[in-house]
């Protein structure tokens, strides 16, 4: 298989804070790989990374097995970030046509606008009066105007409505059958679950998984002991019992996260803790995700 993007070891530090930490992993030809995680996980640096828009504190970063500053990698890329630049005083149409002649062999211009769901009546308007959403499906278009074989999109589908939403992704799936690899962003793992092939799951500027949907979602379910304190007494001991992966508090509730919750009730009643108010939760994904989530906004605090 033909590798597309080659990622190792790679490293970002913004003024002694590690925001990207050793991060690896290879995207191959046709593939379409999510970065789920949270706000600040690292997602858009680390795309910035790839694309040579950020410089690594450290490790490298290939598409094509070159680096993507390179003008015959650029031909090749198409990308698409979170903040849209717009040059003032064009219309969408000239906008589209001036980036298509940056290309030796660019996509048709009514290609274009079909691909990227460009009502008409838009093509007159100033690209830089255009509504969040419209912007978007804008962005996507110039994204495209390369006729790139691979696809970057930082958070592709914020700002769009539902139906841009849907069109989007069957757009998606179209161009991942003429054979394109495509990566993207996200924090919803709704959105990575059902249009990705993979998903490589960013917490804290690490990867903390990286696989097919499926195991991805087996990886983030979770379980977990919560209760009350009757007292203040120290609860880090509890993060040191063998099945436990996780404790936290949320609105004075801790919540103790274990693959085997009578382990916990059982320490709890031998150990005699002074709690009250025990539930067991039995965590649906969404609530795992949110956790997920959570936990990443502490973390940042
Ligand atoms: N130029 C910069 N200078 C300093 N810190 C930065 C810079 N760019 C990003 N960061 C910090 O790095 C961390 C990761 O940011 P990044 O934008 O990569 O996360 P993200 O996962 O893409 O989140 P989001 O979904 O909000 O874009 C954040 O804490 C952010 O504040």
Known sequence: ??????????SKTYGGKSVVHHVSFTIQKGEVVAILGPNGAGKTTTMKMILGLTPPTSGSATIF??????????????????????IDRLTVRELIELIRSYYSSPLSFERLVEIAGIRRETLKSMASKLSGGQKRRLGFALSLAGNPELLVLDEPTVGM?????ESFWEKIADLQKE???I???THYLQEADEFADRIILFQNGKVIADGKPNEIKSRIRFDA????????IPIDFLK???????????????????????DILRTIFEQNLPVHN??????????????????????LQ
């Open 183 to 185: 990566l993207f962003t």
């Open 179 to 181: 054979g394109k690899t």
């Open 240 to 262: 040191t019992l063998p099945s436990v992966t996780d404790v936290y508090v949320q609105s004075e509730r801790i919540y103790v996260v274990s693959k085997n919750t009578d």
């Open 1 to 10: 298989m033909e590798s597309v993007v080659n990622v190792q070891n790679l």
């Open 65 to 86: 097995n070159t680096q993507s500053t390179q003008v015959k990698v650029k031909e090749k890329i198409g990308v698409m970030l979170q903040e849209i630049d717009l």
């Open 225 to 232: 002991v919560s209760f009350l304190l009757k007292e203040q």
């Open 161 to 165: 409505d539902i139906h841009g939403r």
């Open 278 to 299: 025990i539930q067991i939760e039995k965590g649906s994904l969404d609530d795992a995700f949110k956790h997920l989530m959570l936990l990443e906004k502490e973390h």
